[in-house]
């Protein structure tokens, strides 16, 4: 079966510092792995996928994920922290052929002024 | 949020009645899907469809009944609403990765529901 899962409940970084937010998968054959946002009291935001091709992918708000392979791990990163970026963010993966979603646990960014 | 609308968006009910929760997608997607949100627990999936009438079961489908008569709705229904279903509920659609682009879900805005 597959499923990811997000290490860290919480993480805290001050403004200005580069963050991550780590996520690891278990997949059968070639994993589809997204990346979302979700904000108080609000659905969930896509905010980057990694399909196939280059390792760094990037997405939406500046943030961009590192796929690696031998890790199985595809951490979410960001170069700059901004106080809108806490919120909570979620790593999942689309099963194939079932096409069902599979989310990890989740894990609440905090950016501190 | 693209074309996704759940209703209610907060329900109160009370232990032992039947509930339903209505997803509305304007987007012609073939998958639907209901989700869970609980603390510690990240989103369980509940049920999913992959066309009309078709359905199959998720990790937490106990208690949990759906109905998809139409491509644009799918109802989750809860036929004897228990404490344990208090809950965030989202509804979700994709379409199939065939052309590896149109690869992602899409939430709509989540419904509250609480069982007292």
């Known amino acids: 079966a597959q499923s990811v899962a997000q290490p860290e409940d919480q993480v805290n970084v001050a403004e200005g510092n580069p963050l991550t937010v780590k996520c690891t998968y278990s997949?059968?054959?070639?994993?589809?792995l997204f990346w979302y946002v979700q904000y108080p009291n609000r659905g969930l935001q896509f905010l980057l996928k990694?399909?196939?091709?280059?390792?760094l992918v990037k997405g939406s708000y500046g943030f961009e994920a590192e796929f690696n392979k031998s890790q199985t791990s595809f951490h979410l990163k960001k170069p700059s922290a901004l106080v809108s970026d806490s919120a909570l963010y979620f790593c999942?993966?689309?099963?194939?052929?079932?096409?069902?979603?599979?989310f990890g646990t989740g894990t609440s960014l905090t950016v501190i002024p | 949020d693209a074309g996704i609308t759940q209703s209610p968006r907060h329900k109160v009910t009370e232990t032992g009645t039947p509930v339903t929760l209505r997803c509305h997608q304007t987007?012609?997607?073939?998958?639907m899907y209901w989700y869970r949100q609980d603390p510690g627990h990240g989103l369980r999936l509940i049920h999913y469809?992959?066309?009309?009438?078709?359905?199959d079961k998720g990790e937490v489908s106990d208690g949990y009944s759906v109905s998809r008569s139409k491509t644009e709705d799918f109802l989750l229904t809860l036929e004897s609403a228990t404490s344990s279903q208090t809950s965030v509920y989202f509804c979700?659609?994709?379409?199939?990765?065939?052309?590896?682009?149109?690869?992602?879900?899409?939430f709509g805005q989540g419904t509250r529901l609480t069982v007292v």
């Open positions: 979700a659609i994709s379409e199939p990765p065939w052309d590896r682009v149109n690869t992602e879900a899409f």
């Open positions: 997949v059968s054959g070639n994993p589809y």
């Open positions: 990694y399909i196939t091709g280059d390792n």
């Open positions: 999942a993966v689309r099963d194939i052929p079932g096409n069902q979603f599979y």
């Open positions: 987007e012609n997607h073939r998958y």
């Open positions: 469809s992959y066309g009309v009438k078709d359905t």
